[in-house]
């Protein structure tokens, strides 16, 4: 374990050039490509890939099984969950049940947003405040409790 500036890094983290990781930050065995910013408050579990240019604005929380691909802005204050029967682990000594997300190249994801374990399209939008309990197909907007479809995107 490294800690420096208020930043805590476990072992095993592979962080990309240029990327800059701000105050109280941590950051479990997970990779970080170049020219990222992460911001305050933040926390990145094992087993999460972030891509290259990928922003995450403070007090987020980026759990196991989470990829980022490149060109991500996520808001502040967002929440993932790959455990939709908490606390499986506890009940079943195994992180089997647990599910992954992946958040595809150029999504922005907005504040407040809680993303259960789906699949973000390439260039959609998530409204903030948004939770998103299904898939979102490439080039939408969605919003709401629970998430629906606002329009699409032109290509």
């Not at 939408?140 to 995107?153: D, M, S, T």
Request: aromatic share 4%; charged share 25%.
């Amino acid at each position: 374990m490294i800690e420096n500036n208020n930043i805590q890094i476990i072992k095993n983290c592979k962080i990309g050039k240029g990327t800059k990781i701000w105050n109280f930050v941590n950051l479990y065995d997970c990779e970080i490509g170049d020219n990222c910013m992460i911001g305050t408050f933040v926390e990145i579990q094992k087993d999460v890939k972030i891509g290259n240019r990928v922003n995450i604005s403070s007090h987020s929380f980026i759990c196991s099984l989470v990829e980022i691909e490149d060109d991500v802005f996520i808001g502040h204050g967002v929440m993932t969950i790959n455990d939709l029967i908490p606390p499986s682990k506890k009940r079943t000594g195994s992180d089997k049940e647990w599910k992954s997300t992946v958040i595809k190249q150029g999504a922005v994801i907005g504040s407040g947003a809680t993303l259960l374990p789906v699949s973000i399209g390439k260039n959609s939008i998530v409204g903030a405040g948004s939770v998103v309990t299904r898939d979102v197909p490439d080039n939408a907007i969605v919003a709401g409790n629970p998430a629906k479809i606002i329009r699409k995107l032109k290509k």
